[in-house]
């Protein structure tokens, strides 16, 4: 058995505690550990928090796709805003997996670079949350949408389960 949802959000601060709800209900409903469903919840907040901050001012809407299919989890944060502004400056690939997984659409056609974000200053209020995402998650990976506007936000966790797990028993 797999779980897959997605949803489209108003672009404001209040839907990320929404995001983080439904996918926290899912992952205990399923059974995941719950020290791998903080993680995720965590690194989906700061995916959803960067999407309402530098989606564009135009588009209200951003989306979450997230697939739970055996022991990986993916999660994507789609937005409109102004994406990432050319391959030079745009984070790479954070990868500490062996290939791609088994959610890819589309193969990877360049081996992934491990790139690590540095954490902000210790009195800066932003410039965490990629830093955050690599940090607790398996595989990162960053592209602009394809003949659109936009930035997407892609990452994936192996899942660890309790015992008697409802969807690691299926």
């Not at 897959?4 to 990320?16: F, K, Q």
Request: proline letters at 8%.
């Amino acid at each position: 058995m797999s779980i897959w949802w997605s949803l489209h959000l108003r672009r404001e601060a209040a839907s990320v505690p929404l995001a983080r709800r439904l996918l926290l209900g899912t992952m205990e409903t399923a059974g995941v550990d719950p020290d791998v469903c903080y993680d995720l919840s965590l690194a989906l907040s700061e995916a959803c928090a960067n999407a309402v901050e530098h989606g564009d001012g135009a588009a209200e809407e951003y989306r979450v796709t997230a697939f739970i299919d055996g022991d990986t989890c993916r999660i994507e944060v789609t937005d409109s805003g102004p994406g990432f502004q050319d391959r030079s400056s745009a984070p790479g690939p954070h990868d500490r997996s062996p290939g791609p997984g088994p959610h890819d659409r589309s193969p990877r056609t360049e081996p992934a670079v491990p790139r690590r974000h540095t954490p902000a200053p210790a009195q800066a209020e932003h410039g965490r949350g990629l830093f955050l995402i690599e940090a607790l998650t398996d595989q990162v990976r960053y592209r602009n949408r394809t003949g659109r506007r936009g930035a997407v936000v892609s990452f994936d966790k192996i899942l660890k389960w309790r015992e008697g797990a409802l969807l690691h028993m299926s």
